[in-house]
C-alpha cells in the first residue's frame, strides 16, 4: 500500500500562477522527498527535505515540513507550462533502505 | 537521461509467458531498486539491492518474481507465468549510499495480453 497521498489530485492552473500540493504520511520518516514524472517517463528528483528540517527551497520550489502532522507541501512558484508532469511524495518511513511513493498529483499548466 | 537505463522499453507478451527486464543503474550506485507502477498510481517498491545482496522484498512481490544483480552491477528481474494482472510500467532506480536521491530509468512497459 502507498505510504503517502498527495492532495489535490489534479490540479490546473494558469501560466504564471502558483501550484501548491500537499503530502500525507503515515509513519515517521528520515526524510521526505519530492519527484516529478513527465507522461509515461521515469522519475526525476527534485528535492529532499530531512526531517529535522522544516522548509527548504531550490529554484522555484519550496518544500515545507510538519513532521507533528506528518505531511508536507510543495510549492512551485511562476508556474511554465513545462511545469506540466505528476508530482509524488516519496518517504522511507524510517528505513533508510525502502521508499513509498504517495499517489501523486497531476499539475496541468496552460499558456 | 539520469544514466539509468532499462531494456525493453515495451514488452508485449501473451498470458502465461515467462519475460525478464534489465536494469543498467549509474555505475558508482550501489544501491538499486525495483519499482511497480500502475496507471494514476505512485511507484510501488518490490525489491532492494545493496551490491549483489538483495535485502528487501515486498510482499507484493509473488513467488513469480524473482530479481538478481549478479556482480553487484546490472539487474534482471523476471516475471514467470505472467498475469493481466501484471501489466504495468516497471521501473528501476539506484543511488549511492548515504544520499537518498533516486536516479530513475525510463522504465519497461508490460502489457500482457
Known amino acids: 500500500s502507498q505510504q503517502g497521498e498527495e492532495d489535490p489530485q489534479a490540479l490546473s492552473i494558469q501560466e504564471g500562477e502558483n501550484a501548491t500540493m500537499n503530502c500525507s504520511y503515515k509513519t515517521s520518516i528520515n526524510n521526505l522527498q519530492w519527484y516529478r514524472q513527465n507522461s509515461g517517463r521515469g522519475l526525476v528528483h527534485l528535492i529532499l527535505?530531512?526531517?529535522?528540517?522544516r522548509e527548504k527551497h531550490s529554484g522555484r520550489l519550496r518544500v515545507t515540513l510538519d513532521t507533528s502532522k506528518k505531511s508536507s507541501s510543495l510549492l512551485i512558484t511562476a508556474s511554465r507550462a513545462a511545469d506540466t508532469a505528476s508530482y509524488f511524495c516519496?518517504?522511507?518511513?524510517?528505513?533508510?533502505?525502502?521508499?513509498?511513493f504517495g499517489t501523486g498529483t497531476s499539475l496541468t499548466v496552460i499558456p | 537521461d539520469t544514466g539509468v537505463s532499462q531494456d525493453p522499453r515495451h514488452k508485449i507478451t501473451k498470458r502465461g509467458q515467462n519475460v525478464t527486464f534489465r536494469c543498467d543503474p549509474i555505475s558508482e550506485h550501489n544501491r538499486l531498486y525495483w519499482y511497480r507502477q500502475t496507471l494514476g498510481q505512485g511507484p510501488e517498491f518490490l525489491t532492494y539491492?545493496?551490491?549483489?545482496?538483495?535485502?528487501?522484498k515486498s510482499r507484493l512481490l509473488s513467488d513469480r518474481f524473482s530479481a538478481e544483480r549478479p556482480k553487484g552491477s546490472f539487474s534482471t528481474l523476471e516475471i514467470q507465468r505472467t498475469e493481466q494482472g501484471d501489466s504495468a510500467m516497471y521501473l528501476c532506480?539506484?543511488?549511492?549510499?548515504?544520499?537518498?536521491?533516486?536516479?530513475f530509468g525510463p522504465g519497461t512497459r508490460l502489457t500482457v495480453t
Open positions: 532506480a539506484s543511488r549511492t549510499g548515504g544520499v537518498d536521491e533516486q536516479y
Open positions: 516519496a518517504t522511507d518511513a524510517g528505513t533508510g533502505n525502502q521508499f513509498y
Open positions: 527535505i530531512r526531517s529535522n528540517e
Open positions: 539491492f545493496q551490491n549483489e545482496a538483495q535485502l528487501e
